[in-house]
């Protein structure tokens, strides 16, 4: 590893960045990790960084991949066929293992870990390698202790939202600091005017709460149309008879292609049936001009604010949807250049960068240097 001054964001850095292995980091985007990962990426490198992507073979062309798996497990060992089996548990550890040789002889000044794998912060702290883990999910058991058992200085870590802290409560003594997801302003154009219908997309499946949105488009008496992936074909079965009448599936949709349906809309509807660490998609909506109606989870009143409408529950979205239609569009935009930017959230980052670095002890450092000699 390189070594930086305590807190030095002013020079390029040399940054490695861990993805998550289910999804490949290309558009269509799975799901807001990849969304959040290829972000992050670009605009670092867009702020003058020297930044590698370990991640699967099939990501995007054109970012800096060192892949470490040919292709996503998704396409070789489904994540609903095999969670919780040795074979996939034996593909993971091979993966993240061959990105941890590269990131010890690559001479990285930090990693940058997007990756759901516990093993990393073990890793991290045997091997004195500075690393920022971003925390994209509410704590899991094995993740849980892993954090907890490795609370040294050079371990930095963040939450998308401020609603996450909570859920981390005692686990990290140094403590988690907020970095809010970054949106790009330049992909998620502003739309002036809404077409009168509704929009809902992710991807479809039940924490999702597809059917949810449809039933209450419905009793709102709006038109909704309907963008994913189809996660859960089971759950798909439950989502079909509520098309028609307005409502339509349009597909899973390329950025482009996603991005004009969104700022053509009058109101997207957030339903998740847990509680969202972040939100991406109301923010990505907001950043379109588009106000929200959503069912009162995790961080979602942290990320609209008062550029959208939250429901207790189900019975209360018509009336979200119909106050959401209200609100200035100028304002959601606003409310995300002040707050969301990518740019913001990079920056961020490589202030958090710059505490792990500084908090490696001198030991490592020699260590380092002499394996790289």
């Known amino acids: ?21 289910r999804h490949a980091v290309a558009e269509p985007f799975m799901g807001g990790m990849e ?24 990501s995007a062309a054109d970012l800096p991949v060192h892949a470490i798996a040919p292709t996503a497990y998704e396409t070789e060992l489904p994540w609903a066929h095999w969670r919780g089996t040795d074979r996939l548990d034996r593909w993971l550890s091979d993966a993240y293992a061959r990105a941890w040789a590269a990131v010890r002889g690559g001479g990285f000044d930090i990693v940058h870990n997007n990756s759901l794998f516990a093993p990393l912060h073990d890793w991290a702290r045997r091997d004195g390698v500075p690393m920022l ?13 892993a954090i907890a058992r490795n609370p040294v200085p050079w371990l930095q870590l963040t939450v998308p939202s401020a609603g996450q802290l909570p859920a981390w409560a005692g686990v990290h003594d140094e403590g988690i600091r907020v970095a809010h997801n970054g949106i790009d302003l330049a992909k998620w154009r502003f739309g002036a005017a809404g077409n009168g219908r509704a929009i809902w997309f992710g991807r479809i499946t039940p924490n999702k ?41 349009l597909g899973h949709l390329s950025g482009g292609e996603l991005v004009e349906r969104v700022r053509a809309a009058s109101v997207m509807l957030c339903t998740p049936m847990w509680d969202e660490p972040f939100g991406l998609v109301a923010a990505e909506a907001m950043a379109c001009g588009v106000p929200v109606a959503a069912l009162d989870r995790g961080a979602l009143g942290e990320v609209i604010g008062d550029c959208g409408v939250l429901a207790a529950d189900e019975a209360g979205l018509p009336a979200a949807i119909a106050g959401a239609l209200t609100i200035s569009r100028e304002a959601c935009r606003a409310r995300v250049e002040a ?16 505490d792990a670095v500084a908090g490696v002890p001198a030991s490592s450092i020699e260590r380092t240097r002499a394996l790289l000699a």
């Open 133 to 145: 883990t971003s925390l994209h999910v509410p704590p899991f058991a094995m993740l849980r202790q």
């Open 1 to 21: 590893m390189s070594v930086l001054q305590p807190r030095s964001a002013d020079r390029p850095l040399k940054i490695a960045v861990i993805a998550h292995l």
């Open 209 to 249: 709460g597809t059917v949810v949105a449809l039933r209450a488009a419905s009793a709102a008496g709006i038109a909704l149309d309907l963008v994913g992936p189809i996660e859960c074909s089971d759950y798909f079965a439950e989502v079909s008879p509520l098309l028609g009448e307005g409502h339509r599936y």
């Open 35 to 58: 969304a959040h990962c290829d972000l992050l990426v670009r605009t670092l490198m867009a702020q003058g960084h020297d930044v590698t992507l370990f991640a699967s073979g099939d």
């Open 339 to 354: 707050r969301f930017s990518a740019d913001a959230m990079a920056r961020r980052y490589v202030a958090a960068y710059a």
